[in-house]
């Protein structure tokens, strides 16, 4: 099956500092990732769309200056949190589409990166 | 837009016995739906799809979903429980917004298999 490699599982910053996460289709290409955001005990929430080689759409609210985004390659996405603050904590998923499938929506999802700022 | 609904937040079920996870959706048009599971800290893993065919569609860990399209559910079943079934389960739906396809997660449901 399609495999998505996301790393890292778990960092701890300080406040103001920048992290980078990122996300790898392993098996398979993929034109578009999906970054998420997820809440304790909540839902995900899309925060943006990532796009190989062109610009990451991002939801209503989310702020593409603090998150940026980049898809350089057909199988790395990455995501940077810049000048983190502790409310940015969370839990961050990303997820793949194969290419060439992109009308079924299915998607595969990373193991997630949890983001602890401190 | 599409949506879906997942009217528990949480299901308890005795191990050994049927469980069942309700999902709604509201679409215009044909619907594709989803079913993934989430444990602990970790990111969502696929159990199954329904596109068109069968009702009745199965997945992965001896899961199973019904599509009915006049009560407009697809709730996730499956005949006996286990311990290790405990999770998070989100229905989603496809969506199409910003010229892409994307899926929309319902608020997701927490099962708990008691031994």
């Known amino acids: 099956g399609a495999v998505v490699s996301q790393h890292p599982s778990r960092v701890i910053c300080k406040s103001g500092t920048s992290v980078k996460i990122e996300c790898r289709s392993l098996?398979?290409?993929?034109?578009?990732m999906f970054w998420y955001r997820q809440f304790p005990k909540q839902s995900l929430m899309l925060m943006a769309t990532?796009?190989?080689?062109?610009?990451?759409?991002?939801e209503q609210g989310v702020e593409k200056d603090k998150f940026l985004i980049n898809h350089a390659s057909l199988t790395l996405s990455t995501l940077t949190v810049t000048s983190a603050h502790p409310e940015d904590s969370s839990f961050y998923i990303c997820?793949?589409?194969?290419?060439?499938?992109?009308?079924?929506?299915?998607?595969?999802f990373g193991e997630g990166s949890r983001l602890t700022v401190l | 837009a599409q949506s879906v609904a997942q009217p528990e937040d949480q299901v308890n079920v005795a191990e050994g016995n049927p469980l069942t996870v309700k999902c709604t959706y509201s679409?215009?048009?044909?619907?594709?739906l989803f079913w993934y599971v989430q444990y602990p800290n970790r990111g969502l893993q696929f159990l199954l799809k329904?596109?068109?065919?069968?009702?009745l569609v199965k997945g992965s860990y001896g899961f199973e979903a019904e599509f009915n399209k006049s009560q407009t559910s697809f709730h996730l079943k499956k005949p006996s429980a286990l311990v290790s079934d405990s999770a998070l389960y989100f229905c989603?739906?496809?969506?199409?917004?910003?010229?892409?396809?994307?899926?929309?997660f319902g608020s997701g449901t927490r099962l708990l298999v008691r031994p």
């Open positions: 997820s793949a589409r194969v290419s060439g499938r992109e009308n079924t929506g299915e998607l595969f």
């Open positions: 098996d398979f290409q993929a034109t578009t």
């Open positions: 990532s796009n190989e080689g062109s610009k990451a759409t991002y």
């Open positions: 679409v215009s048009g044909n619907p594709y």
């Open positions: 329904y596109i068109t065919g069968d009702n």
């Open positions: 989603a739906v496809r969506d199409y917004m910003d010229s892409s396809y994307k899926l929309i």
